[in-house]
Protein backbone atom coordinates (compact mmCIF):
# COMPACT_ATOMS: atom_id res chain seq x y z
CA UNK A 1 0.00 0.00 0.00
CA UNK A 2 1.36 3.51 -1.18
CA UNK A 3 1.23 6.02 1.52
CA UNK A 4 0.44 9.64 0.67
CA UNK A 5 2.58 12.80 1.65
CA UNK A 6 0.25 15.08 3.48
CA UNK A 7 0.53 18.87 2.83
CA UNK A 8 0.59 21.33 6.19
CA UNK A 9 1.99 24.44 7.54
CA UNK A 10 5.16 24.12 8.90
CA UNK A 11 5.82 26.07 12.54
CA UNK A 12 7.15 29.18 10.80
CA UNK A 13 4.55 29.60 8.88
CA UNK A 14 1.61 29.04 11.48
CA UNK A 15 3.70 31.70 13.75
CA UNK A 16 3.63 34.65 10.61
CA UNK A 17 0.62 33.78 10.36
CA UNK A 18 -0.54 34.09 14.28
CA UNK A 19 2.15 37.35 14.19
CA UNK A 20 0.16 38.96 11.04
CA UNK A 21 -3.05 38.25 12.41
CA UNK A 22 -2.35 40.30 15.92
CA UNK A 23 -1.38 42.93 14.28
CA UNK A 24 -3.95 43.37 12.14
CA UNK A 25 -6.27 42.99 15.63
CA UNK A 26 -4.08 45.13 17.23
CA UNK A 27 -4.19 47.65 14.73
CA UNK A 28 -8.52 47.37 14.75
CA UNK A 29 -8.36 47.81 18.27
CA UNK A 30 -6.11 50.69 18.10
CA UNK A 31 -7.77 52.23 15.43
CA UNK A 32 -11.43 51.90 17.03
CA UNK A 33 -9.52 53.25 20.65
CA UNK A 34 -8.61 56.20 19.02
CA UNK A 35 -11.94 56.96 17.36
CA UNK A 36 -14.14 56.53 20.43
CA UNK A 37 -12.13 58.56 22.71
CA UNK A 38 -12.34 61.35 19.51
CA UNK A 39 -15.95 61.10 20.47
CA UNK A 40 -15.79 61.44 23.61
CA UNK A 41 -13.73 64.62 24.04
CA UNK A 42 -15.85 65.88 20.74
CA UNK A 43 -18.75 65.04 22.90
CA UNK A 44 -17.03 67.13 25.99
CA UNK A 45 -16.81 70.64 23.83
CA UNK A 46 -20.04 70.26 22.99
CA UNK A 47 -21.89 69.83 25.70
CA UNK A 48 -19.43 72.54 27.65
CA UNK A 49 -20.73 74.78 24.78
CA UNK A 50 -24.47 73.69 25.37
CA UNK A 51 -23.83 74.59 29.37
CA UNK A 52 -22.90 78.28 28.66
CA UNK A 53 -24.98 78.58 26.06
CA UNK A 54 -27.98 77.23 28.58
CA UNK A 55 -27.34 80.65 30.97
CA UNK A 56 -28.11 82.67 28.02
CA UNK A 57 -31.61 80.96 28.03
CA UNK A 58 -32.21 80.56 31.63
CA UNK A 59 -31.65 84.69 31.68
CA UNK A 60 -33.63 85.50 28.83
CA UNK A 61 -36.57 83.09 30.59
CA UNK A 62 -36.71 83.74 34.47
CA UNK A 63 -37.58 80.49 36.35
CA UNK A 64 -38.26 82.22 40.07
CA UNK A 65 -39.06 78.65 42.20
CA UNK A 66 -39.34 80.73 45.18
CA UNK A 67 -42.93 80.47 47.78
CA UNK A 68 -44.12 82.76 49.25
CA UNK A 69 -41.84 82.18 52.33
CA UNK A 70 -39.02 84.18 50.90
CA UNK A 71 -38.29 87.70 51.94
CA UNK A 72 -35.81 89.93 50.64
CA UNK A 73 -33.71 92.74 52.23
CA UNK A 74 -31.16 95.68 51.66
CA UNK A 75 -28.20 93.55 50.82
CA UNK A 76 -30.31 91.66 48.12
CA UNK A 77 -30.39 88.64 50.72
CA UNK A 78 -33.25 86.23 49.81
CA UNK A 79 -33.83 84.11 53.18
CA UNK A 80 -36.79 82.70 54.90
CA UNK A 81 -35.80 83.83 58.12
CA UNK A 82 -36.52 87.99 57.70
CA UNK A 83 -38.36 88.98 59.99
CA UNK A 84 -41.87 90.36 58.58
CA UNK A 85 -42.63 86.86 56.93
CA UNK A 86 -42.48 86.26 53.11
CA UNK A 87 -43.49 88.58 50.19
CA UNK A 88 -45.72 86.95 47.48
CA UNK A 89 -43.48 86.43 44.24
CA UNK A 90 -43.10 89.16 41.88
CA UNK A 91 -43.73 92.01 44.38
CA UNK A 92 -40.51 91.88 46.39
CA UNK A 93 -37.65 94.66 46.07
CA UNK A 94 -35.89 91.74 44.82
CA UNK A 95 -35.23 90.86 41.12
CA UNK A 96 -33.26 87.53 39.49
CA UNK A 97 -30.47 89.56 37.24
CA UNK A 98 -28.69 86.95 35.80
CA UNK A 99 -25.75 84.06 36.21
CA UNK A 100 -22.55 83.72 37.43
CA UNK A 101 -20.12 81.42 36.17
CA UNK A 102 -16.50 80.62 37.02
CA UNK A 103 -14.16 78.15 37.07
CA UNK A 104 -11.23 77.61 39.64
CA UNK A 105 -9.23 74.17 39.17
CA UNK A 106 -10.17 73.93 34.98
CA UNK A 107 -12.00 70.80 35.06
CA UNK A 108 -15.68 71.82 36.70
CA UNK A 109 -17.88 75.18 36.23
CA UNK A 110 -19.48 76.57 38.93
CA UNK A 111 -22.68 78.36 37.84
CA UNK A 112 -25.22 80.71 40.21
CA UNK A 113 -27.84 82.99 40.47
CA UNK A 114 -27.23 86.19 40.87
CA UNK A 115 -30.18 89.04 42.65
CA UNK A 116 -30.16 92.62 43.10
CA UNK A 117 -32.36 94.39 45.10
CA UNK A 118 -34.42 97.32 43.58
CA UNK A 119 -32.58 101.07 44.80
CA UNK A 120 -34.90 102.63 46.85
CA UNK A 121 -34.00 105.95 45.07
CA UNK A 122 -32.71 105.62 41.88
CA UNK A 123 -30.70 108.22 39.33
CA UNK A 124 -31.36 108.26 35.75
CA UNK A 125 -28.90 106.09 33.73
CA UNK A 126 -27.52 106.45 30.51
CA UNK A 127 -26.44 103.21 29.88
CA UNK A 128 -26.73 99.51 31.16
CA UNK A 129 -23.32 99.43 33.54
CA UNK A 130 -24.63 102.38 35.86
CA UNK A 131 -28.27 100.97 35.40
CA UNK A 132 -26.95 97.55 37.25
CA UNK A 133 -24.40 98.82 39.37
CA UNK A 134 -27.54 101.06 40.89
CA UNK A 135 -28.77 97.78 42.31
CA UNK A 136 -27.03 95.59 45.17
CA UNK A 137 -26.25 92.50 43.01
CA UNK A 138 -25.15 89.47 45.33
CA UNK A 139 -25.67 85.68 44.84
CA UNK A 140 -28.65 83.92 45.71
CA UNK A 141 -28.79 82.35 49.27
CA UNK A 142 -31.21 79.78 47.56
CA UNK A 143 -29.02 76.91 47.24
CA UNK A 144 -30.89 74.95 44.71
CA UNK A 145 -30.00 78.23 42.24
CA UNK A 146 -26.78 77.14 42.45
CA UNK A 147 -24.57 73.97 40.58
CA UNK A 148 -21.57 72.39 39.46
CA UNK A 149 -20.89 71.26 35.94
CA UNK A 150 -17.81 68.50 35.87
CA UNK A 151 -16.80 68.73 32.32
CA UNK A 152 -17.04 65.61 30.67
CA UNK A 153 -14.90 62.47 30.08
CA UNK A 154 -11.50 64.06 32.21
CA UNK A 155 -11.68 67.30 29.83
CA UNK A 156 -10.07 70.65 31.12
CA UNK A 157 -9.87 74.26 30.17
CA UNK A 158 -6.61 75.71 29.49
CA UNK A 159 -4.83 79.33 28.35
CA UNK A 160 -4.00 79.25 24.60
CA UNK A 161 -0.62 78.41 23.59
CA UNK A 162 -0.24 76.36 26.18
CA UNK A 163 -0.94 74.05 29.27
CA UNK A 164 -1.73 76.73 31.99
CA UNK A 165 -5.05 76.06 33.38
CA UNK A 166 -8.00 78.00 32.66
CA UNK A 167 -9.47 80.41 35.08
CA UNK A 168 -12.17 82.82 34.67
CA UNK A 169 -15.46 84.61 35.95
CA UNK A 170 -18.13 85.45 33.55
CA UNK A 171 -21.57 87.57 34.77
CA UNK A 172 -24.42 87.30 32.42
CA UNK A 173 -26.64 89.85 33.77
CA UNK A 174 -30.31 91.14 32.12
CA UNK A 175 -30.20 95.08 32.45
CA UNK A 176 -33.25 96.72 34.10
CA UNK A 177 -32.87 99.72 31.53
CA UNK A 178 -33.03 98.22 27.92
CA UNK A 179 -33.76 94.61 28.71
CA UNK A 180 -30.83 93.66 27.14
CA UNK A 181 -28.08 90.71 28.26
CA UNK A 182 -24.93 91.79 29.08
CA UNK A 183 -21.73 89.52 29.66
CA UNK A 184 -18.98 90.82 31.81
CA UNK A 185 -15.81 88.86 31.47
CA UNK A 186 -12.40 88.61 33.43
CA UNK A 187 -10.50 86.05 31.51
CA UNK A 188 -7.96 85.73 33.81
CA UNK A 189 -9.10 85.24 37.71
CA UNK A 190 -12.35 84.06 39.44
CA UNK A 191 -14.23 87.56 41.07
CA UNK A 192 -14.83 86.85 45.07
CA UNK A 193 -18.91 86.18 45.05
CA UNK A 194 -18.71 89.62 47.71
CA UNK A 195 -17.29 91.67 45.08
CA UNK A 196 -19.19 90.15 41.82
CA UNK A 197 -20.47 94.10 41.82
CA UNK A 198 -16.87 95.27 40.98
CA UNK A 199 -16.98 93.22 37.27
CA UNK A 200 -19.56 95.16 36.23
CA UNK A 201 -17.74 97.90 34.34
CA UNK A 202 -16.62 98.57 30.46
CA UNK A 203 -13.57 97.18 30.47
CA UNK A 204 -14.80 93.32 31.47
CA UNK A 205 -18.16 94.49 29.06
CA UNK A 206 -15.07 94.61 26.30
CA UNK A 207 -13.72 91.10 27.04
CA UNK A 208 -13.61 88.20 25.73
CA UNK A 209 -13.23 84.35 27.10
CA UNK A 210 -10.98 81.46 24.76
CA UNK A 211 -11.17 78.04 26.81
CA UNK A 212 -9.07 75.66 24.59
CA UNK A 213 -10.18 72.41 25.67
CA UNK A 214 -7.54 69.99 26.61
CA UNK A 215 -8.25 66.12 26.80
CA UNK A 216 -5.99 64.98 29.30
CA UNK A 217 -4.26 62.01 26.93
CA UNK A 218 -7.69 60.76 24.91
CA UNK A 219 -5.48 61.19 21.92
CA UNK A 220 -3.14 63.68 20.52
CA UNK A 221 -4.72 65.86 18.01
CA UNK A 222 -5.13 69.72 17.94
CA UNK A 223 -7.56 71.17 20.54
CA UNK A 224 -10.68 72.68 20.14
CA UNK A 225 -11.67 75.90 22.13
CA UNK A 226 -14.93 77.43 23.11
CA UNK A 227 -14.86 81.53 22.90
CA UNK A 228 -17.44 83.88 24.54
CA UNK A 229 -17.62 86.70 22.46
CA UNK A 230 -17.27 90.19 24.18
CA UNK A 231 -20.38 91.67 25.22
CA UNK A 232 -22.70 88.52 24.00
CA UNK A 233 -26.25 88.99 24.53
CA UNK A 234 -27.39 86.02 23.11
CA UNK A 235 -26.54 82.05 22.92
CA UNK A 236 -25.24 82.25 19.53
CA UNK A 237 -21.68 84.45 21.42
CA UNK A 238 -20.48 81.48 22.32
CA UNK A 239 -18.95 78.96 19.38
CA UNK A 240 -16.55 76.25 18.88
CA UNK A 241 -13.45 77.36 17.38
CA UNK A 242 -12.07 73.96 15.29
CA UNK A 243 -8.45 73.58 15.31
CA UNK A 244 -7.42 75.20 12.55
CA UNK A 245 -8.94 78.32 13.81
CA UNK A 246 -8.64 78.32 17.64
CA UNK A 247 -4.96 78.82 18.47
CA UNK A 248 -4.22 76.38 20.69
Not at 197 to 218: E, P, T, Y
Amino acid sequence: MKLWDKAGFTIIETMLFLGITSLLVLGVLVGTGTSINIQRYRDSVSSLQGILQQQYSDVSNVDNNRDNSWACDSNAKTDPTIPGGGIARGQSDCVILGRLITTTDSHSLSIKSVVGYIPLVSTMSSNDIDALRQYTIQISSVTSESETYDIEWGSSLVQPSGDIPMVFSMLVLRSPLSGIIRTFIDSASVVDNSNIRDLINSVALKQSAKMCVDSNGLFTSARTAIEVMANSASASGVEVLGEATSGC
